[in-house]
């Protein structure tokens, strides 16, 4: 059994920044790629940044330059870093793992419960 915990979230003024964190804890056997997606009400999910286990790191154009995303391979953790925040970047941020869990072959993505992020104008 795998589970991602997001955390983070909250109500802010635009131009503040808040910082996203996720913990993958579990049978993970090897870990592959971590990121983060959001939606918005009536929207799609949709990738806001991502960050590969060889280091390669890629972003949403909209979000470049003011987010940074990191990871803590000793403690199977992704953070969001997210300055100067938009009202547009209101959404509820999801955390995903893709992994391989102990005593399997196949590799899976897994989802974080999500957290919810406003930014007031």
């Known amino acids: 059994q795998v589970q991602l915990v997001d955390s983070g979230g909250g109500l802010v003024q635009a131009g503040d920044t808040l910082r996203l964190s996720c913990v993958a804890s579990?049978?993970?056997?090897?870990?592959?790629?971590m990121g983060w997606y959001r939606q918005a009400p009536g929207q799609q999910r949709d990738l806001v940044a991502a960050a590969t286990d060889g280091g390669d790191l890629s972003y949403a154009d909209s979000v470049k330059g003011r987010f940074t995303i990191s990871r803590d391979n000793a403690r199977n953790t992704v953070y969001l870093q997210m300055n100067s925040l938009k009202p547009e970047d209101t959404a509820v941020y999801y955390c995903y793992a893709r992994l391989r869990p102990k005593f399997q072959s196949i590799y899976e993505n897994y989802w974080g419960q999500g957290t919810q992020v406003t930014v007031s104008s």
């Open positions: 579990g049978s993970i056997g090897t870990m592959a790629d």
